[in-house]
């Protein structure tokens, strides 16, 4: 289990359902020379038969250098690779925390904004993944609950709810809807491209 999508990283190990080892760093930058060393002192080196990793949304850099780890590693062990959204996994240790009720989801973006999103009770998305500026994501959440690192910020800009603040965390794996997961392992980034490249491709995205 792998995720450093965001500020914080962490890994785990896990055998079923049961939590071997794992450690969570909140770190801001240097993910990618953490990760490798932090997943070697798993045990066995954090070998196992599937391997899931954080799609984002969250930094560009963070999760580029987690999916890159988690396919190299899939390849070197001929693993299975599956991927699941940051505030997917926000929003289950929120309900952990809180009990079965609707939560919303506020993260750090880019330039400003803040990735947001929506979930029933039972983990199910309510409201698709948006970057918002500040303002916007107040106005349009609805759910008297929100969880992230932006919850507290939301819930007083509009001046009623109950905050979370919560960091993804590789170690809470077990919280994640069996539905969370996808084999589709393309980036989420939440975000229209911040620039075009010659041709008219899509630049780096946040």
């Given at each position: 289990m792998i995720d450093s999508a965001t500020e914080a990283c962490?890994?785990?190990?896990?055998?079923?359902?049961?939590?071997?080892?794992g450690e969570f760093r909140m770190l801001g930058r240097g993910h990618a020379e953490a990760l490798v060393p932090m997943i070697a002192a798993l045990p066995d080196r954090g070998r196992a038969p599937r391997i899931v990793v954080a799609l984002?949304?969250?930094?560009?850099?963070g999760v580029r250098v987690g999916l890159a780890a988690g396919r190299a590693l899939a390849l070197a062990w001929?693993?299975?690779?599956?991927?699941?959204?940051?505030?997917?996994?926000?929003?289950?240790?929120?309900?952990?925390?809180?009990?079965?009720?609707?939560?919303?989801?506020a993260m750090t973006g880019g330039h400003g904004e803040w990735f947001t999103a929506s979930f029933?009770?039972?983990?199910?998305?309510?409201?698709?993944?948006?970057?918002?500026?500040?303002e916007a994501a107040a106005a349009g959440v609805r759910e008297n609950l929100v969880a992230g690192n932006q919850a507290e910020a939301l819930v007083a800009a509009r001046a009623t709810g109950t905050a979370l603040p919560?960091?993804?965390?590789?170690?809470?794996?077990?919280?994640?809807?069996?539905g969370a997961l996808?084999?589709?392992?393309?980036?989420?980034?939440?975000?229209?491209?911040d620039a075009r490249l010659p041709g008219g491709k899509p630049g780096p995205q946040s």
């Amino acid at each position: 289990m792998i995720d450093s999508a965001t500020e914080a990283c962490s890994v785990a190990l896990f055998n079923g359902g049961e939590l071997l080892a794992g450690e969570f760093r909140m770190l801001g930058r240097g993910h990618a020379e953490a990760l490798v060393p932090m997943i070697a002192a798993l045990p066995d080196r954090g070998r196992a038969p599937r391997i899931v990793v954080a799609l984002g949304p969250g930094s560009f850099t963070g999760v580029r250098v987690g999916l890159a780890a988690g396919r190299a590693l899939a390849l070197a062990w001929g693993s299975e690779v599956l991927g699941y959204s940051t505030l997917a996994m926000v929003a289950a240790i929120a309900r952990d925390q809180a009990g079965a009720v609707p939560i919303a989801v506020a993260m750090t973006g880019g330039h400003g904004e803040w990735f947001t999103a929506s979930f029933t009770a039972d983990g199910a998305t309510s409201r698709a993944l948006a970057s918002q500026r500040p303002e916007a994501a107040a106005a349009g959440v609805r759910e008297n609950l929100v969880a992230g690192n932006q919850a507290e910020a939301l819930v007083a800009a509009r001046a009623t709810g109950t905050a979370l603040p919560i960091w993804p965390d590789a170690r809470s794996w077990p919280l994640l809807p069996h539905g969370a997961l996808t084999a589709d392992i393309r980036p989420l980034y939440g975000r229209a491209p911040d620039a075009r490249l010659p041709g008219g491709k899509p630049g780096p995205q946040s």
